[in-house]
């Protein structure tokens, strides 16, 4: 594989993906390397339903478009949808979250996100993290109870589209040493 | 470089330091792949600080210690400080929060300590993401304003530890199919 840089410049969200579909093996690797991230007092709050039946993989992609606002009409095209499901944390997250004011599943799910995307990334497969979904018409479709929040959903697929130059801010406006 | 399997594999909280500084060429390239992170909306909402003086290392180190509760007091080993400040996000992702009720930030901060701590891996490096710190004393250090919250610490350095066999759940545990 090339260098972690080479990988984060390679990722990109991909909005558009052909009819391939992934290999069993390549989406196990990818679910491994889900399963190996780090999180807050090792909490790993959560779960990944995958969705890889045709009709139910419809049914979701409809329930993450808003067609009034125009968001995310592309996800039907994706093969695979990881629902990300949160979980509940362990006690030391939960008491080191309460005194200091954060819920830390927030960010161990955004770890989470970036191995799996990542992961995908280096199977030469494309991906989309959408945060845009109707909870309820989701929650309904998988039986997920209503005690646990779907926090988001991953595309995974064959890209269709080439790679686009990252929009970024820039290195000087982002980093400073010693000072704010 | 392996595989990403292989380097989340590899990468883990490493909490023994050597007196081994650390090249400027590789934190060059760990605050590139900083920079190259998703964030809900595109909204980058960070800021980091690189703390390489090394009396500044050791006060910021004091103000993530906690004696008492025996919390963090390796951190003073690494040579460098990373500390990831929260910047106000775009108005897309902002809007979505609301609507959403969710903070996204918090979710970015995750994919950015994500990349920060792989990249660092990918360099031989060790790294721990330490959430618990004195905002207050930080903020005060660093002349950080106080609109701003200090999110994370990342500590940065060539471990002295071994690396360690993780302990998590079971692929069975987090991951279903079509179904919760």
Redesign the interface.
Known sequence: ?????E???K???DRMYNDQPVEKEKLE?I????????S?C?G?P????????FE?KNKIADATSSKALGFNHFTKQAPIHLVI?EESTNFSSKI?GLI?R???P??????????I???A??EGLGSC?I??LNEKKVRKL????AS?RVA?LILLGYPKAAHRE??????TD???????
């Not at 594989?1 to 840089?5: A, W």
């Not at 998988?142 to 109870?145: F, G, M, S, T, V």
């Not at 990252?166 to 290195?171: D, G, H, Y």
């Open positions: 594989m090339q260098s972690f840089l990988l984060a410049e990722r990109q969200s690797r679910l491994e390397a889900a399963r190996l991230s780090p807050a090792n790993q959560w779960k990944i339903i995958v969705v890889d039946n139910l499901v080191g200091k954060r819920h830390y927030d960010t161990d799910l955004g770890i989470l996100a970036s191995h995307t990542l992961a990334t280096d993290v945060g845009w998988l039986k997920i109870p646990r988001l990252k929009i970024r801010k820039s290195i982002i980093v400073s040493y010693n000072i704010y």
